[in-house]
């Protein structure tokens, strides 16, 4: 059950993500504390981003712009992690972390 203050006021929890190293650590994280409104609005942004590059990537596929798919991937992790924090901000539980793409 959600507590009625989260209800009032809800908002992002931290969430870990962008491992960089062979043992998974997390570079970066989603801030705690951010309110749920503004973080999906962001996570909108970088979703649209992500697929600006996505269709750029289709149009030039042949020209090996392999820093596009890297950014791709980047963005989309982005925008789980950001939406991943929301949720357990909402639930106010711990919800398994979106798996990796």
Same mark, same amino acid.
């Given at each position: 059950?959600?507590?009625? !203050?989260?209800?009032?006021h809800?908002?992002? @929890?931290?969430?870990?993500?962008f &491992? ?5 650590q997390?570079l970066?994280?989603?801030?705690? =504390?951010?309110? @749920?409104?503004?973080?999906?609005? &962001?996570?909108?942004? @970088?979703?649209?981003t992500?697929y ?8 030039q596929?042949? !020209? =090996?712009?392999?820093? %596009?798919?890297?950014?791709?991937? %980047? ?9 991943n924090?929301? @949720?357990? =901000?909402? !639930? =106010? ?9």
């Open positions: 059950m959600i507590p009625a !203050q989260s209800l009032a809800p908002a992002t @929890l931290a969430a870990p993500f &491992s960089c190293s062979d043992t998974r997390h970066l994280a989603v801030r705690p =504390g951010v309110p @749920l409104i503004n973080a999906l609005e &962001s996570t909108y942004g @970088l979703l649209a992500a600006e590059l996505a269709q750029e990537l289709a149009i596929s042949n !020209q =090996g712009n392999a820093h %596009f798919c890297h950014a791709t991937a %980047f963005l989309i992790e982005t925008a789980k992690a950001t939406i924090a929301c @949720l357990e =901000g909402m !639930q =106010g539980d711990a919800v398994q972390a979106v798996s990796h793409v």
